[in-house]
């Protein structure tokens, strides 16, 4: 039997957008063992009853502070991969839209923690441009443990396997092994993906991307600013 896994994220009302393109891209995945639960944290019920007609969803609690909402919401994920005896969480945002066989490249690798690429500010993923924010890290200093994007070279010309340090949380793929020793939390004025990843290098558990792996990322058309949003 191929390894179980939890595909989903926190969501509101904020991703109504994406909400379609993302239904058939999750429905166009090809990975036979997989079960899908998306975490509505809107304050009122609206956008759960369109999910629900659409996706497997629960309500999660509703807090003034985006980063709140996302937190508990992914501890849910968390919990329900733990208790259930999934294999894997395939964290992917309601935004980002994979390749339909992308549980499939990332599992070959046999790595507990990988993550897929997306960027920051684009929606086509074959558009190669100096313009492109690939939402993936590399480390430069471990002292300080500052670092930098993945290099024009290192997305397009070095398609393969490489260790990075960070990444967002958008198209990763982890272990239970890993959510058995991290839960998802933040710090200050960044969000919890920053904070994961830290959290993994601070446990020695390493992480990878596969670059040859892009996937669109749906910003353009965000009726919400991100800036508008109380985080």
């Not at 992308?102 to 599992?107: A, M, P, T, V």
């Not at 684009?122 to 939402?135: G, R, S, Y």
């Not at 590399?138 to 930098?148: A, C, F, Q």
Request: glycine share 2%; aromatic share 12%.
């Amino acid at each position: 039997m191929p390894p179980k896994i939890l595909v989903g994220c926190p969501t509101s009302f904020h991703k109504g957008y994406a909400l379609q393109q993302y239904v058939e891209a999750i429905k166009a995945l090809t990975y036979e063992n997989f079960d899908i639960l998306l975490v509505d944290n809107s304050e009122d019920d609206v956008y759960f009853e369109k999910i629900k007609s659409l996706l497997p969803v629960i309500k999660g609690p509703f807090f003034t502070s985006a980063r709140d909402r996302i937190i508990v919401s992914r501890n849910i994920l968390r919990d329900k991969v733990l208790k259930e005896n999934y294999d894997y969480l395939f964290s992917l945002e309601q935004d980002v839209l994979p390749p339909p066989d992308i549980l499939e490249k990332l599992l070959k690798h046999n790595k507990q923690l990988i993550t897929g690429i997306y960027f920051a500010n684009n929606l086509i993923p074959d558009q190669q441009t100096k313009e492109l924010m690939p939402l993936v890290y590399k480390l430069t200093d471990e002292k300080t443990l500052s670092m930098r994007p993945l290099s024009e070279s290192e997305l397009w010309d070095q398609e393969n396997l490489m260790e990075v340090i960070s990444a967002g949380l958008g198209c990763v793929l982890i272990h239970r092994d890993v959510l058995e020793k991290i839960k998802f939390r933040y710090e200050k004025n960044t969000f919890d993906d920053r904070w994961f990843f830290k959290d993994c290098y601070d446990k020695k558990i390493k992480v990878f991307a596969d670059t040859s792996i892009k996937c669109k990322h749906l910003i353009f058309n965000r009726p919400y600013p991100w800036n508008k949003i109380q985080k």
